[in-house]
């Protein structure tokens, strides 16, 4: 599907999409209370079957943050980048290990290094930092005088 | 752990494999559950080698940051540099020169060859063959003492930069590497004589580990691990970067989604990586290897994602930029990663020494993982 009938098709199957203009893809910001819903709908609806999920970035912005899902699909090689944006005190929002399971991984990524929570996550917890550290790494906010070095 | 005991269900055992076991590789921590002898589950632990790479990255400029790509997955270090490369070449619209193209996918073969003969060693050496490991480190030498002449490295080899590559070819380069493939030819063959041919080794690997197409896909495998469950994933040929859609060679897949069937792509692969170095060989072309780039590279507002085809798989730069000497946020989308979460699904209801060969022919680099 080329962009124009990729945007065309979210349009008509999400709930009030908003387009991002600029980027090398398709990206859409999605509402992070519908998320389950639509990523089930990205990953079922046949036009669109989008299968794989590469990448997953979380990014602090100081005011909110914001999840970057990267999706292609293996039939139609399309690629959509989709972005929702959570709040700064309590980012908070619906995991979709159950439809792509690489998330499983990807998400406890971004909660260990940037805290954001993943509701109904089969198992969050810390991945790379020890089950008692203290605070979010990858926080623009972070300090920690012993480990980091300062340039 | 104590709690992990305590929930498991009567005459099940809970063993740890590694952060210093010689079949990881690397510090890679795994927590086995088991009945008797069969794996009822496996969950890995990441972290002991965590450097927090992205976090680094904010603070380095556009230029430093790809040196610290090469301790990702050490043994893709130059594809690592190549992904940076091109995600600040995209932002900062660097044309590069057609010279640094082709000595860059050279570089980049080359790399992928030594990467799969170092996998071969060791995943030989995983299932308990001893004297391939000896092999593949001699031939893995000759391709290290290449690289050395023209990187000056061996290992981390920091020689590609933006805009092109840091020097010229080495004038012995493309004299060495043509003897190197005569060499290595016979020696493929003998790869097969000695393990790939051996009745042992195919009963260790066929039909262990089998990952259907679906869960490759779910699982967002990338490689040779997707490749042989015949997903086809060669960003090399999806989408083409450098000189690759200029070159005859192709994407080695397998239908038998088992250990097996991991182990003849990357086999296949070590043949289409001398196909494509053979072509380029007598064709590097005259002039620049690098183009004129200001000293301070400022990449625009904006985001930028470059995917490259490294020995283990896809890996991702994405870099948001602020309009700053510095990125905002990177990502890096290490193949490992991804491929280490299948693990799980792969490995229940084997063996422990059948997980052993499972990880061998998932090629994991833990410092690609871990980032």
Redesign the interface.
């Given at each position: 599907m080329n962009p124009q009938e990729l945007k065309e098709k979210l349009e008509a199957l999400l709930p009030s999409p908003t387009f991002e203009e600029?980027?090398?893809?398709t990206t859409v910001f999605v509402d992070p209370a519908t998320w389950a819903g639509s990523a089930r709908l990205l990953r079922t609806t046949k036009e669109l079957d989008l299968?794989?999920?590469?990448?997953v970035?979380a990014?602090?912005w100081k005011t909110h943050f914001t999840m970057?899902f990267?999706l292609s699909s293996?039939t139609h090689?399309h690629t959509l980048v989709v972005k929702i944006k959570l709040d700064h005190e309590h980012p908070e929002v619906a995991t979709v290990s159950d439809i792509?399971?690489?998330a499983?991984?990807?998400e406890r990524?971004a909660y260990d290094?940037m805290g954001v929570v993943f509701t109904g996550h089969p198992d969050l917890r810390?991945?790379?930092?020890?089950d008692d550290w203290n605070g979010w790494?990858?926080r623009k906010d972070y300090e920690d005088p012993v480990n980091m070095i300062?340039? | 752990m104590i709690e992990e005991v305590g929930t498991t269900e009567l005459g099940e055992l809970v063993v740890n494999l590694g952060p210093q076991h010689p079949s990881t590789h690397g510090v890679l921590h795994l927590v086995i559950t088991l009945s008797g002898e069969t794996i009822k589950k496996v969950e890995p632990h990441l972290g002991y080698i965590h450097r927090s790479i992205e976090k680094m990255c904010e603070s380095l400029s556009y230029r430093q940051f790809i040196y610290v790509t090469s301790r990702m997955d050490y043994l893709s270090s130059h594809i690592n540099n190549h992904g940076c490369a091109l995600c600040v070449e995209k932002g900062m619209q660097i044309e590069v020169p057609p010279r640094a193209k082709v000595i860059r996918v050279l570089m980049d073969e080359l790399t992928r060859l030594a990467s799969h003969q170092l996998w071969w060693g060791a995943m030989a050496m995983d299932v308990g063959a001893l004297t391939p490991f000896f092999h593949a480190f001699r031939e893995r030498e000759a391709i290290n003492d290449i690289m050395e002449k023209t990187c000056g490295a061996r290992l981390t080899m920091n020689y590609m930069c933006p805009g092109g590559v840091s020097f010229d070819l080495h004038p012995d380069f493309q004299k060495e590497v043509k003897a190197f493939l005569a060499f290595f030819r016979g020696k493929l063959d003998e790869y097969d004589e000695l393990v790939t041919d051996n009745v042992i080794f195919q009963g260790r690997m066929e039909g262990v580990g089998y990952l259907s197409r679906e869960a490759a896909i779910s699982y967002g495998c990338s490689g040779p691990t997707a490749r042989a469950s015949d997903v086809s994933c060669d960003v090399r040929k999806l989408s083409p970067y450098e000189v690759y859609d200029q070159v005859r060679f192709e994407e080695v897949t397998g239908t038998g989604g088992d250990c097996f069937a991991r182990y003849n792509v990357r086999m296949g692969e070590m043949r289409q990586s001398m196909a494509i170095i053979e072509q380029l060989i007598d064709n590097v072309p005259e002039g620049e290897f690098q183009a004129k780039t200001k000293a301070v590279l400022k990449l625009p507002k904006g985001e930028f994602y470059s995917k490259v085809e490294t020995a283990r798989g896809e890996f991702g730069v994405y870099i948001i930029s602020e309009g700053a000497t510095t990125p905002y946020r990177i990502k890096f989308r290490s193949p490992g990663f991804s491929n280490l979460s299948a693990l799980d699904h792969m490995a229940r209801g084997h063996k422990i020494g059948d997980l052993v060969a499972i990880m061998g022919t998932l090629d994991l680099v833990i410092p690609d993982i871990d980032r």
């Open positions: 600029g980027g090398e893809w299968d794989y999920l590469f990448c970035t990014v602090d970057v990267h293996t090689r792509w399971r690489t499983e991984f990807h990524e290094l810390r991945l790379f930092m020890t790494p990858l300062k340039l | -």
